[in-house]
Each structure stands twice: as C-alpha cells, then as structure tokens.
C-alpha cells in the first residue's frame, strides 16, 4: 500500500517518496539572480521526492515582483546551476517553475511600459513594486502577433533551464498569472481564437506546454492549475466546465505531472462556483499532486485512496528544512515566522532548526 513515503515513478525518474516541496517566492535573489543563500535553503530540503523552484521570470517581461529570480539570462542560467549541483550532489530531484506574472505586475517593474495580459482588464488590489505599495493597473491587451513571442520565451526559458541541469519544469499556469489569466473568462474578454470558447481559452495553455514540450520532452515537464484561488482578482463563470476541459486537453500530452492546488476552497463562491476537485482527478490519466493545507495524515489518506499521488507541502516545508523526517517521526514542526515570508536574509529562511540528532 502506497503512503508519503513510498518511491513514486514520475516520467522518467523514481522519487524516493511522495512528499513535494511547493513552490514558494520567497524574494531572495537581488538583481534577479540565483544565490549561494538561494542553493543552501534547496539544499537543506532536498529530502523531499520532488523539490520545485519559486517561480522564475522567463523574460523582463514577466517580472511582477521584486528581487524574484529568473531564468532568462546568462547570469541567471548560472546561478541556477550552482543550485542544481548542489541539490544533485544530496541526491535529490528539482524542478524549475516558469512563471510570467502578465497583469500581476506594474509599470514600475517595465521602464513605465504597461504589463501584459489576455485583456486590458485592470485587476482589484495592490502590489509590491521597489518603490512600495502601489495600486495594480490596467494591463495591455497582448496582440495576435506577439502571442507566438511570449511562447518561444517559455521555450527559450526552458531551455536554459534544461542548460541549467535540472530535471525537468513547471509551466505555472495557476494564482492569477498570465497563463491562468487566458484560461479563465473573468480575466479573458478576447474575440479573437484565444478567447470566447473554451478551446479558444485553453488555446495558449496548450501552446506554451507543446513549446516547452519540444525542449524537453512531455514526461519532464508538469503543469501547475487553481481552479478556485481568488488571488489576483480571479473568477470563472464555471470553473468546473474550464478546467476539466483543460485537464482532458492535457492528458494527450502524457505529462510528468499534473499539480492541482486547493486553495480556494476557504473562499467558496469569490473565484466562481465551486466544485468537487475530485473530477479533475478522475479526468487525469498521469500523476496526480496536490496542495493545501496538508498533513501527514491527510495526504497519506488521499495517497491510499488515489485520491492523489504525491503532496506538495508550502509553508511547513518553508519552517521546516527537514520536513520529510519529521513526518516519518511524527516529530513537532517548527512554528513559521510570517514575517520573513518575502525578503530579507538567512533570519526566517536557511536558519530554521532541523531535529536534533538524538531525535533523528
């Protein structure tokens, strides 16, 4: 009987459990660029079956907050590589999240230039830029002609990843961000083929997985969907009708992965009608992880049922460097430091506690 802590064959590779490290900004890399700070935090979590990078700009474009790193330069691919070496030096498995933010962003991050979307639809909120707190705008409609450029960035970037030695990526096509943005029709008001019908709205989803696809090849890449977070302004008029369309349309490309996050369920109703997540499980033929808010006993519950195949863990992840022992002991988890979330030094983020060696 499979638990946490049975190997898991994803595409080509076997893990050696079934625990997940979520992706997590954590605004660490000045200047966009990966740190030595950056590969020790991988480092000490590289317990984890699967760990999978914060996301990772795949152009300037991209950008949507501060000191993020990317994956689009010469410097970056670097970084990322001293990264990658040292987590495969621990043995372990990590995947690079690519990311572009599209509206979630601001002029200031764009040399005053307005930031992407599928539509010119000024999101509720604030966002974080370098000069503060600053209200989020109305973002430019992204043309037919540019489309197919936003796509060979995804490739471009993967292929630095690639470059870069990890061992495979994540398309981020969730939390409100330019995938996500055509996906869902509150956020997508195009009349063009990438917007109206559904096809239409899963158009540059799939483009962008087949781009990245070709550089890597379907069984090391995964793609990461919310179908109920609100974050960033997010609604749908029938989640369940979009995203089970979206995940029958990914199943042709036998994925490494597909990484369903839950959050969303505490706010029933804010990002459309809700639905039973379950369906998208059923619809799925590959490997199936999930997020929110679990535990040990719930994620092994949901493994022994099929319900999922592995669990990506965040925030006890982000306290606990050695988050894979202590669920195996059943050992207390450190208590996280909001604070020392987003930026910052080591304080709140290489220097939390692993258990003691008499208790390992």
């Not at 890399?29 to 991988?42: D, F, K, N, Q, R």
């Not at 000024?122 to 043309?143: I, N, S």
């Not at 099929?306 to 606990?320: E, M, R, S, W």
Request: charge should be neutral; aromatic fraction near 8%; glycine fraction near 10%.
């Amino acid at each position: 009987m499979s638990d946490l802590f049975s190997p898991l064959t994803l595409g080509s590779l076997t893990l050696p459990n079934r625990i997940v490290m979520a992706p997590m900004t954590r605004n660490r890399a000045p200047e966009t660029v990966p740190t030595a700070l950056m590969s020790t935090y991988y480092v000490q979590r590289a317990q984890a079956g699967l760990l999978i990078t914060e996301g990772s700009q795949i152009s300037t474009e991209a950008v949507g907050y501060p000191t993020t790193p990317g994956i689009h330069t010469d410097a970056q691919e670097a970084g990322w590589k001293k990264i990658t070496d040292a987590v495969h030096a621990q043995k372990g498995h990590i995947f690079l999240q690519l990311w572009h933010c599209g509206r979630a962003s601001h002029p200031d991050f764009h040399g005053g230039a307005l930031p992407v979307s599928s539509s010119a639809i000024q999101p509720k909120g604030q966002t974080f830029t370098p000069q503060g707190l600053k209200d989020l705008v109305t973002p430019r409609a992204l043309t037919l002609e540019e489309i197919p450029r936003v796509i060979a960035d995804y490739a471009h970037a993967a292929e630095r990843a690639k470059r870069a030695g990890f061992d495979g990526v994540e398309i981020h096509g969730a939390n409100g961000y330019l995938i996500d943005q055509f996906l869902r029709d509150g956020s997508n008001k195009r009349t063009d083929n990438y917007g109206g019908s559904l096809e239409n709205r899963t158009r540059f989803l799939l483009e962008v997985t087949q781009a990245v696809v070709n550089v890597w090849g379907a069984d090391r890449v995964g793609v990461r969907l919310s179908p109920l977070q609100p974050f960033n302004d997010m609604f749908d008029s029938n989640p369940q009708t979009t995203f089970t369309y979206a995940v029958e349309q990914l199943n042709r490309f036998k994925l490494a992965y597909l990484h369903i996050t839950e959050m969303g369920q505490d706010a029933p109703g804010v990002a459309g009608p809700g639905f039973d997540l379950g369906l998208l499980r059923q619809c799925w033929k590959g490997v199936y992880i999930t997020n929110g808010a679990y535990d040990k006993a719930r994620g092994n519950a949901a493994i022994t049922k099929g319900a999922a195949d592995a669990i990506a863990f965040g925030v006890p992840f982000l306290a606990n460097p050695d988050l894979v022992k202590r669920l195996e002991l059943d050992a207390a988890l450190n208590v996280p430091d909001q604070t020392t979330f987003y930026g910052g030094d080591e304080r709140g983020y290489t220097d939390y506690p692993a258990l003691s060696n008499d208790k390992k």
